[in-house]
C-alpha cells in the first residue's frame, strides 16, 4: 500500500429518487431520471490540481472568442456542465483529458433494477453505490480524503451517507483483509464550486448521463481515453479501455 495521501473527489448526474412522497413512481412517469450517475476523481495532488483548474479558468475568461459571447449572468465561476456554455463544455472536457494526474471511475445506476427497499429510500441508493463505487479505489494509499460534491446543510443527512458508504466499505475489506492494515479515511461534504476536483466530477458524471439518458455521445468521446471504469451495476456490466462503453440496442 502506498504511503501518499489521496484524495477522491465524487459528484453525481441524475436524482437518486425514484418515488414521490404519494407513491408515484416518477421515474415511470418521465418526472425522474432513468439513471443515477456517480462519478470518482482520484489525484494524489488536490493542490496542484485545484491550480490547473484555475488557470484554465483564467485562461478561458482571457479568450476573447469565448468572453464575446458571455452575458452578465454568466461569468464561469466555476465549471458546471448543465449550464455552461457548449464552447466552454468542449474546452473543459479536453482539458481534462489532458491530465495526467487523475485517475476516474465511474458507476451507472439503472433505479428501476434496483433493489426495493433502496428504491424506497434515495438517501440509502446514494450512500450505498457511492460505496459500491468507492470499495475497491479507496485503499490504494493509507490516508484518504473522500469529498463529496454535496449541498446538503444537514449532518443527518451527511452522517446517514458515510455510514452506508462504510457499510459496504467494510463489508469488502472483510473479503479482502490485507486492505485494513493502518487506513486512515476521512469523509468531507463541499460545494461543487470549492474545488476542481468536483468540478471534474460533475462533468465526467455529465457526460455518462448524457449517453445513458439521451443516447447523446459527443461530451462523452472527449474523455473516453480517460476513463478507468464503467461499472453498469445493475446491469452486471465493466467497461475499460480494452472492454470500451456500448450500449445494448
Not at 453505490?129 to 469529498?147: A, P
Not at 461543487?192 to 455518462?208: E, K, P, S
Request: net charge positive; aromatic share 12%; glycine share 4%.
Amino acid at each position: 500500500m502506498s504511503t501518499a495521501k489521496s484524495y477522491i473527489f465524487i459528484d453525481e448526474s441524475g436524482k437518486p429518487e425514484i418515488f414521490s412522497t404519494k407513491g408515484t413512481n416518477l421515474v415511470e412517469n418521465g418526472s425522474a431520471s432513468r439513471y443515477l450517475i456517480l462519478a470518482a476523481i482520484r489525484t494524489n495532488d488536490q493542490l496542484q490540481l485545484q491550480q490547473k483548474v484555475v488557470d484554465f479558468k483564467l485562461q478561458l475568461l482571457k479568450d476573447s472568442t469565448l468572453t464575446d459571447i458571455f452575458s452578465s449572468a454568466y461569468s464561469l465561476d466555476a465549471f458546471h456542465a448543465q449550464i455552461d456554455y457548449p464552447q466552454v463544455r468542449e474546452r473543459f472536457y479536453s482539458f481534462i483529458a489532458s491530465l495526467e494526474e487523475i485517475k476516474i471511475d465511474v458507476i451507472i445506476v439503472e433505479k428501476l433494477k434496483c433493489y426495493p427497499a433502496l428504491q424506497r429510500n434515495p438517501g440509502k441508493l446514494y450512500g450505498v453505490m457511492s460505496g459500491q463505487l468507492l470499495k475497491n479505489i479507496c485503499h490504494q494509499s493509507s490516508n484518504t480524503e473522500i469529498i463529496f460534491s454535496r449541498k446538503d446543510s444537514k449532518l443527518k443527512l451527511r452522517q446517514e451517507l458515510e455510514i452506508e458508504v462504510e457499510r459496504v466499505r467494510l463489508d469488502y475489506i472483510q473479503k479482502h483483509p490485507k486492505l485494513q492494515s493502518n487506513l486512515n479515511l476521512q469523509y468531507f461534504h463541499n460545494p461543487h464550486y470549492t474545488h476542481g476536483g468536483l468540478q471534474i466530477a460533475d462533468y465526467i458524471a455529465f457526460a455518462l448521463y448524457q449517453v445513458y439518458e439521451r443516447n447523446q455521445w459527443r461530451w462523452f468521446e472527449l474523455v473516453a481515453k480517460k476513463i478507468g471504469k464503467i461499472q453498469d451495476i445493475c446491469n452486471k456490466k465493466y467497461f475499460t479501455q480494452s472492454n470500451p462503453l456500448q450500449l445494448s440496442p
